[in-house]
């Protein structure tokens, strides 16, 4: 069977662009911007404290909120004291972002290969590119699937590494009856406008280790110490000390307002993104070569919705032609060891994630589109690659 686009014709066009990924955002989140915004008070407050006792509330551990994802997996691997010298072992099937977060500390990201199953990270193959070097692993949580994360965690007691979930997936999904954050090491999210809930850009750290958290939390706010109580209480500290590097990363109450809206709403908006990738899911069923990276919802709250077609040739052509027909798709992701910054000599093959990765697209999912858009969807892939 030939994989290339083929002919569409007399298939209707929805009136709007079907968008790959998007905020769903009410009354409500455009209400609660109005607060920070009458306060004449936008940096770091009352806004940011309660966002933060309600992530806590619902992951049930404390949690710290910063400017980003980004800067959550930066700052939760420097408070764990990595940096220059030290490797962090991470799925090269990731966003650039997990990469640039590890490098930013000075440390070196180990790119590691992907099961097949799940596109997440394989604890026998990082195993083998272990290193006394190696500090830290971090499993990134590819789509809202967490894949081994229980074989990831035992292969980093094993070898005393710490474990910085990339969750910023996968916040609402649950792992063994608690959410994805509520267990583990450290676990990073972030709230960027298309993930499953946001602040406009924001992220956060989640851990029971009260002493990563009171590192992140100052260097956050340029490493003053101990700033984060002043400005819950709208003050800022003028007498004081900083000890290690910081950095201006802080949430803003503008983000936080928003956040918090949103995180009311998780319920409802992770119900839409799993109920449509079921749809997904069964409408795609009859294509044998179609098969979506996840395939069962009851646990896991997609962020977007990749799909892997066996024997594909022609991504580009087939974007194309579904571009045509007003469905935006993606690629997730160009994988990281194949990137100038980050490709290293010597670099043993990653085939499954090379192997995965040519025949990836990322089929549009978010919270506003509809059964019908769906189906739309299915029909012109479906057609595309007859
Ligand atoms: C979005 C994302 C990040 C970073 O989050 P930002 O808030 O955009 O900085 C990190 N890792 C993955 C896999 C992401 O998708």
Redesign the pocket.
Known sequence: MGKRAGALAGMSKPSRLLRLSKASLGPAEHKAVQRPLERAFLGMGSEVRAFEEELATYLGRPVVCVV??????QLALQACGIGRGDEVLVPSL??V??FQ?IAATGATPVACDIREDSCTLDSADAGRRLTARARAVMP?H?AGGVGTLDEVCTFAAEHGLRVVE?A??AFGSTHRGVPVGGSGDIACF???GI?NITSG???CVVSDDATVLARVRDARLLGVENDTAARFSSQRSWDFDVTAQGWRYHMSDIMAAIGRVQLGRRAELAARRQALAQQYVEALRGHAEIRPVLQSFDTVVP?IFPVRIIGLRDRDGLRRVLRERGIETGVHYRPNHTLSYFTRPGQAPLPVTERVYAELLTLPLHPDLTATDIGFICDALNAALV
């Open positions: 980003n994802g980004t800067a959550a997996l990731t966003y972002a997990s977060a990134v590819y990339d910023a997936h972030s709230f960027d993930k850009e924001g992220g962020h």
